[in-house]
């Protein structure tokens, strides 16, 4: 059976064993084994690495050459040997059956076999793991044999000068071997054979003692930040569950099943190791502890020894997937060989399960291997034909930049010249060797008298975040060719102009110093050569002023003239892999920023201002003038073409952006399709903005523009008095007094060459706004398209308290009135604001002898459906003394002042303590009218009671009339009617 497992195990690891490209670290083994023994000590002594694999890789490329099949058949041999490795260790820890199982999903696992398959040291770490640990067993068992001896300190050895991780596995034999013998069998020979050969391992890896501690110590490949434990343990359950081999939705489940099984496994190990079980009685002391160690102790290290190194990958773990899968084992022999005392149907259900069980395992790991083996969506980074298709393709006087520099030993692998050139040059992977513009001279010297460059980007977002070899390439030449792939490098080609000469600096077009809270400070801004129709992209260039301890993010909001809003983008001020905790003071950074504005924003002139704030606390920087003193918290700059797009804007593609859907037409030329505006009370004089969405029914010749008529409910018209609203292009004036839009007898700012006057007596202003905007006019529209345009309106300061309709109103390109339509409702409160931010109408009552007065109220919705609720919100204020508790008495009146409803409202809700309120504070409270369902369609008024509320008797209160005079009554009518929309 093993023999077969194995055999099964070597047919699944060499199967299409050179499909595969050769990926950087594989490239960088054969590199490192193509030099001679000497060379390849130095050269991985840099790289911390030990170099038994590279040795080892050396001699076998000298028998067997170097091609992909050679280079990688020696971790199939390694991967291969797992399988025996695993059954002859398992069977000492758990069992026959046991070992069995987890012999078998170690021959299928598809974690192990990808890393059987590849050049590197990974299955050799596991191999050499399972065999120490099997040796230091036995020496458990016998620790008097020294050839056993001789035989694990060799395995030691190997296993520490084949990947730095090996200590975790020998440090666990280590402290269960002196736990057993010395501690629990008390054998005073055995430990001193014991402490001896452990010194002996340690004293022969004193040589690389050396590098190893340089190793802990250098975080130069790492991004700074925090290894989290739960991710590390989520990533290397899927890794050793599935090898990532299957999609990500996939991925969890299975993993799931595999942690329940070896939790289910673990489970058992620990109360036979206890003796709970029948039978169970240990004959290896610790032995199944031991295999639990191995598993969970190295990832308990690993989280320690990264904490502050985040890079971790599962293959890191690889010698701890044996014993994970020695649990899951455990579990499915435990399920399989069930003896219930009970029922023999237990036994039966028991067993079905775990064949179901293992079947579905069985699959998934063929699903995994498939897929590893045929689907290149989980193939290696694929450097073998971005070679090819740029060595098919580059042409004399061109050069090859490689980005990051430091795969240069895989490129060189696959590519048959010497015309390319590392950048930055370093052997090994630099993050803190970002490259910036101090490039410009190298970069100059490479491309002089070339006709063209190839740029090759790899793992460039750590060494070249911001893209600064692309940017300079841009600027200086013409992209002719690039090509992506799923995986792997990728490839840009640029042609270059005769004599091309790279100048010093950052290529800023439009130079500026803007201070941003003496933190960061903005240099300009440049336009990308390569935009996007419909989409305002742009560069801004940076400096940190100081070394910086906070992450600053930017905000980009993109407006035009009228301050409307069309798009915001938030992001980094360079690229999330370069923050600005990573800025070095005073060196030039810059970020790419795409702002794609909404749907159907007209084209046209646009402003961006920019907002840099901290990333934790989201409070923005001040922007400095050049005293020092603060001027805000944004920049303007611009201004910014946004461009027609070739595909049409048509309904469905804003159907989602659409808060109300009209479909008006006006005339046979434009339909208003929808509204985008958010109820609620506003202010006499107080500016609005909503968004309208239009639809050209037809090519048009002629430019359009929209007034907006307001009418309260007595159908009068009222005029916007002062300056024009933000975003209007003059004034339209209209005759008829009461009458809805007479005539357009006046322009005041003429639309194009046009300017009309007629002659009229009585005359209304309103703000004439362009129909999308003033860049892109309805003669530029076309057929089908949907245009979204925002629209600012200031209230007009003569309207009255209550129910407005907002109407809209084509005018024609000479001034001439079109068609009108009702948009929305607007219920509008006159007056003030409390608190600076709640509307509210100042209204005077005094209830007498209460030391409090009423101050002010708030009534919203003015206009609403029978069965609806409305909101009365009243401002109350203590006077002196001590105030009194009161209640609440509101009646709906109609016009002949008949009540249709009365309602009760006790003590008040909003103050726990009369006597605690001082004189001069405020509160504000609220009641909910409910409309009966039965009233008919008008206006009504809302009429107010105080009363003691012991006695239920109504107060006195003092109060000033709707038609202006003081009065005193025990009831006081609110100003604002009530409009009861049928």
Do not use: C
């Amino acid at each position: 059976m093993i023999l077969l497992l194995t055999l099964l195990a070597f047919g699944l690891r060499v199967y299409r064993l050179d499909h595969h490209s050769l990926w950087y670290d594989e490239g960088f083994s054969v590199y490192v084994a193509r030099q001679g023994l000497s060379q390849i000590t130095s050269t991985v002594a840099g790289d911390y690495t030990p170099p038994l694999h590279y040795y080892l890789l050396h001699f076998w490329m000298g028998a067997s050459g170097d091609s992909e099949f050679s280079v990688r058949f020696l971790s199939v041999i390694s991967g291969s040997w797992l399988v025996p490795l695993t059954y002859v260790l398992a069977r000492r820890l758990v069992g026959l059956q046991s070992a069995l199982w987890a012999t078998l999903w170690v021959s299928v696992s598809p974690f192990l076999a990808w890393y059987s398959q590849e050049a590197r040291a990974y299955s050799l770490l596991a191999a050499l793991g399972l065999l120490t640990s099997y040796l230091l067993i036995r020496l458990v068992i016998h620790p008097d044999q020294p050839r056993l001896w001789a035989a694990y300190i060799v395995g030691g050895i190997l296993a520490l000068y084949s990947h730095l991780y090996a200590f975790f596995g020998l440090a666990i034999q280590a402290a269960y071997f002196f736990g057993v013998v010395t501690l629990l069998r008390r054998r005073l020979g055995p430990t001193l054979t014991g402490a001896v050969a452990f010194s002996v391992i340690l004293a022969a890896y004193l040589p690389w003692a050396e590098y190893t501690l340089r190793a802990a110590q250098d975080t130069s490949g790492y991004f700074p930040g925090v290894l989290q434990p739960a991710y590390m343990l989520r990533v290397s359950a899927t890794a050793f569950s599935t090898g990532d081999l299957l999609p990500e939705d996939q991925r969890g489940p299975i993993a799931g099943l595999y942690v329940a099984l070896a939790l289910a496994g673990a489970s058992l190990l620990l109360l036979q190791e206890l003796g709970r079980l029948a039978g169970s009685r240990p004959s290896l002391p610790g032995g199944r502890l031991y295999l639990l160690a191995q598993l969970v102790l190295p990832l308990a290290w690993v989280s320690v020894a990264l904490y502050q190194r985040p890079q971790f990958f599962p293959r890191h773990l690889i010698a701890s997937a044996p014993f994970f899968f020695m649990l899951v084992g455990v579990a499915l022999d435990a399920l399989w060989s069930a003896r219930s005392p009970l029922r023999e149907g237990l036994n039966t259900g028991a067993r079905i399960l775990g064949a179901v069980l293992a079947g579905t395992l069985l699959a998934t790991s063929w699903w995994g291997l498939s897929n590893n083996y045929f689907d290149e969506r989980y193939a290696r980074d694929d450097f073998r034909s971005a070679i090819a298709y740029l060595q098919e393709r580059i042409a004399p006087q061109e050069e090859i930049l490689l980005s990051s520099g430091h795969f240069f030993p895989v490129f060189a692998y696959y590519y048959q010249g010497d015309n390319w050139h590392p950048i930055p040059d370093d052997f090994l992977l630099d993050a803190d060797h970002v490259i910036g513009f101090e490039v410009n001279p190298e970069l100059d010297r490479i491309l002089a008298g070339k006709r063209g460059v190839w740029l090759v980007q790899w793992q460039d977002h750590i060494v070249d975040p911001m893209g600064t070899l692309r940017l300079l390439l841009e600027a200086h030449g013409e992209l002719i060719d690039a090509r992506w792939q799923p995986r792997g490098p990728v490839l840009y080609r640029y042609g270059l102009p005769p004599n091309v000469r790279i100048a010093d600096g950052p290529p800023i077009a439009q130079p500026m110093q803007i201070n941003f809270g003496n933190r960061l400070r903005l240099l300009g801004y440049s336009l990308p050569k390569y935009g996007e129709a419909g989409v305002v992209e742009v560069i801004l260039f940076w400096e940190g002023l100081r070394p910086l301890n906070e992450d600053y993010k930017v905000s980009l909001r993109l407006v035009d003239e009228a301050e409307h809003q069309y798009a915001l983008s938030d992001g980094w001020p360079a690229t999330v892999g370069y923050p600005t905790l990573r800025w070095p003071p005073f060196r030039v950074v810059f970020g790419r920023h795409r702002i794609a504005p909404l749907v159907g924003t007209p084209p046209g002139e646009y402003w961006v201002d920019v907002v840099v704030y901290e990333n934790n606390t989201l409070v923005p920087l001040e922007v400095l003038d050049e005293r020092g003193s603060p001027v805000g918290t944004s920049a303007r700059i611009g201004p910014f073409s946004l461009s027609p797009t070739e595909q049409l804007v048509t309904l469905e593609d804003v159907a989602n952006e659409i808060q109300t859907s009209l479909q008006v037409a006006f005339g046979d030329a434009l339909e208003l399709v929808g509204y985008n505006w958010e109820p609620r009370p506003v202010s006499t004089g107080e500016i609005i903005q909503f968004t309208l969405l239009w639809r050209a029914l037809r090519d048009m010749d002629q430019d359009y523009s929209v007034v907006f008529p307001l009418v309260d409910r007595r159908g009068m018209l009222h005029a916007q008095l002062g300056e024009p609203s933000p975003g209007a292009v003059g004034r339209a004036i209209f005759a008829g007094d009461g009458e809805f839009l007479g005539r357009l007898i006046d322009i005041s700012e003429p639309i194009g060459r046009q300017r009309i006057v007629i002659d009229s007596d009585t005359r209304k202003s309103f703000s004439l706004y362009p129909l999308g905007s003033p860049g892109y006019p309805t003669s530029a529209w076309r057929e089908g398209e949907v245009v979204q345009a925002q629209y600012s309106y200031r209230v007009p300061e003569d309207a009255p308290s209550g129910p407005h309709q907002l109407r809209i109103q084509l005018v024609g390109p000479e001034g001439q009135p079109g068609v009108t339509a009702v948009l929305f409702p607007i219920d509008i409160v006159r007056g003030g604001r409390m608190g600076g931010h709640i509307p509210f109408t100042p209204y005077t009552v005094e209830p007498l002898g209460m030391n409090i007065s009423l101050e002010g109220y708030n009534l919203y919705p003015f206009s609403l459906m029978p069965g609806g609720e409305t909101q009365l919100t009243l401002f109350w204020q203590i006077d002196g003394g001590a105030a009194s508790p009161f209640g609440l008495r509101i009646r709906l009146i109609d016009e002949q002042g008949d009540t249709l409803f009365e309602q009760e409202y006790p003590l008040p809700t909003s103050v726990r303590s009369w006597v605690d309120l001082a004189v001069g504070e405020g509160f504000a409270e609220v009641y909910r009218i409910v409309i009966p369902e039965e009233i008919e369609p008008g206006f009504y008024h809302l009429v107010l009671s105080v009363y003691e509320p012991i006695s239920g008797e109504s107060l006195q209160v003092a109060f000033q009339e709707i038609g202006g005079g003081l009065s005193r009554a025990d009831r006081f009518m609110l100003p604002t009617p009530l409009y009861i929309v049928g």
